[in-house]
């Protein structure tokens, strides 16, 4: 005998007493997750032909200018970089041959930048990251007529960034660790002796 009704639907089957239903789950952007940086990616102090520190820039670009013997290295780290017909030395330390003139203006207003000058650091909770967990916070909100500028864009991780959302510091319960500026040659010298500190082949460069 059929069990199926004659409208051809099969009943539904009885649900225990106690099942409730499982709940739905809160949809929400997630930060990136953290990755390792690469060797590549690694900070190079850059010297000017007449070995007065200009920059620092990463382990590939660095590489790249030797490479088109724009420059040479002076110290090295212990890792190597391996293509199938050679390997070459991490440069820690490299030095243009030909003098190049820099000029005294501020940097290009860029994400880059603008971590580069808060040091990875959150200028609200004031906790060091990687830069693929940090993003960049308006202090005043855009919607409130906040513009892209080097003073009204600061690093901010993601929690401070959510606890904030589209509000003033004040008004989120949020101080700001230091007052955001442009980013000018004194900036790019203060940060190099930062870094130079933890790399001992940077200080005679550095502090002298």
């Not at 069990?3 to 099969?10: A, F, Q, S, V, W």
């Not at 855009?142 to 991780?157: D, I, K, P, Q």
Request: aromatic share 6%.
């Amino acid at each position: 005998m059929s069990l199926i009704p004659k409208d051809g639907l099969r009943p539904r089957p009885k649900l225990p007493a106690d099942y409730s239903a499982p709940e739905k789950l809160p949809t929400s952007v997630k930060p990136p997750a953290s990755r390792r940086p690469s060797v590549l990616q690694e900070p190079v102090l850059v010297l000017n032909a007449t070995f007065e520190p200009i920059n620092v820039t990463a382990v590939r670009r660095a590489l790249i200018l030797m490479l088109k013997g724009v420059a040479q290295a002076e110290e090295h780290n212990h890792a190597e970089v391996h293509s199938a017909a050679a390997s070459m030395k991490i440069p820690s330390v490299i030095r243009l041959l030909a003098y190049r003139h820099i000029p005294q203006q501020t940097r290009a207003l860029s994400r880059k930048n603008i971590l580069l000058r808060d040091r990875n650091t959150c200028q609200f909770c004031g906790r060091v990251f990687p830069a693929g967990d940090l993003t960049l916070d308006h202090v005043m909100p855009r919607s409130r007529g906040g513009h892209s500028t080097w003073e009204n864009l600061v690093a901010c991780c993601y929690a401070c960034n959510n606890k904030k959302g589209d509000r003033t510091p004040e008004e989120a319960g949020l101080r700001l660790q230091r007052r955001p500026r442009p980013f000018t040659l004194h900036t790019s010298r203060q940060l190099m002796r930062l870094i130079g500190r933890q790399d001992e082949k940077w200080r005679k460069y550095l502090f002298y």
